[in-house]
Every structure is written in structure tokens, then in C-alpha cells.
């Protein structure tokens, strides 16, 4: 088993302990515990777990939910709510967010070992076929065969589909690490490229469509070499 770092936030430290017990029985040895909205934030931007089991309900009714939409944004990050809660309001919040799963208290061992599977298995899927990005206020899904380049501008990127461009405000570093490496290539310290959609590589440039991208000398030679692998 390939160990993924994660994270349990529940205000209750018994109900934490339990589920941590359970992914222990699991396989599962790389677990972090957070039991309040301040800490799991803090877990989650040093940490960057894989998988989050996160309660809808701690110290405020909508703590689970904000941290839910903050994941939303990370890209690479799928989380399993947990709730005993009936409130139609705030159910129909979570359904609203990305969530791979959903598991009632009290928890038990099957279901939580079926959420988890079904969240990995999500976390595959969607790795190799398409991410979000947060546009505005709304989260955009993007094949990632449909993305020709990718331009990096300050504190923001602009993503050229085939289709039309979309701007997110992260950098160009951060949507680096969250594409994969058989697919996308820095060109250039202010483009990604896709390389199934390069039309032709000069030492410093190459063609996408009717567009021409530099390529940095640095560069050059790992699209060069991948070529010559094709």
C-alpha cells in the first residue's frame, strides 16, 4: 500500500481516536489529527494531505464547511465528510462541495473503509483526467488533454484551452505540481506546456497551434529528449 499522508479533523477527540484506530487496522500509519478549524488549516497548508476525514460540524456549525471549500481549491486534495447532522440547509451546502464521500456518525468500520477506497479511487481518476481551478468565486473542471499551455502573470496564470482562456489567481509553481510529468513541461519560467499538443520544437521555441512559446535553454533539453523518446 502506497501510504498517503492523512488528516482527521473532529472536535471530538474521542470519535478522532476511533477513526484513527480504524485506519490503523487499515494499513494506514500516516495520520495527523487537528480538532479545530484554526489547526487543520495549518496541517493542511504544511502538510498537504492526501485525504481528509472532516466533520461538517466543530466549534461552528460551518467550520467543516469552510474548510471543505478551502480544500476545493488545493487541487490535489479529497476529503470524506463526516456528520451526524439532518439539517437540509447544510446538507445541501456539503453536497455543493467536492466531497469524495460521506460517512454518518455513529461510524462504522465498513463504511469507513468503503469511503476511503472510493475516495482513492476518485483521487486516481481524477489525477489523470482532468483538476479544478478556482475561477472567481466559482471551481472550474478542466480536462487536462483540453489545456494547450499555460501562462504564469504575477500572482496569477492564465490556462488556454482549446476551447478558451481561463484566469486563476495561484502561481505558476503552485498549478506545476498538481499537473502530471509525462503530460506537462516547463518551457519557460512563464509557460507550461502540454506536450501532446506541441506542432513543432525549435532551440527556442516551440509551436501550439498558431501560437509560438519560448523555450528557455534550461529548458530545451528536457522536451528535446522526450521527443527523441517518442
Known sequence: MTQKNILIVEDE????EHIKDYLISFGWTQIYMAHNKK??????DYLSPEIV???????????????????????????????ANSDLLIVKQATETFATAYITKPIKKADLFAAMEISLKSQIQKEETYFFVKENEANIRILLNDILYIEGSGNYIHIYTQEK?????????????????????????????????VKSITSKSVTIGNIEIPVSRTHYSKISDFFKKK
Open 13 to 16: 477527540v474521542l470519535i478522532a
Open 165 to 197: 482562456k481561463i484566469i486563476s489567481r495561484q502561481s505558476l509553481e503552485n498549478v506545476s505540481d498538481h499537473l502530471p510529468e509525462h503530460q506537462f513541461i516547463r518551457a519557460h519560467r512563464s509557460y507550461i506546456i502540454n506536450i501532446h499538443a
Open 39 to 44: 489547526t487543520a488549516l495549518q496541517i493542511i
Open 53 to 83: 476525514l472532516l466533520d461538517i460540524h466543530l466549534a461552528e456549525p460551518l467550520d467543516g464547511l469552510d474548510i471543505a471549500r478551502y480544500l476545493d481549491t488545493k487541487k490535489n486534495m479529497h476529503y470524506i465528510f463526516i456528520t
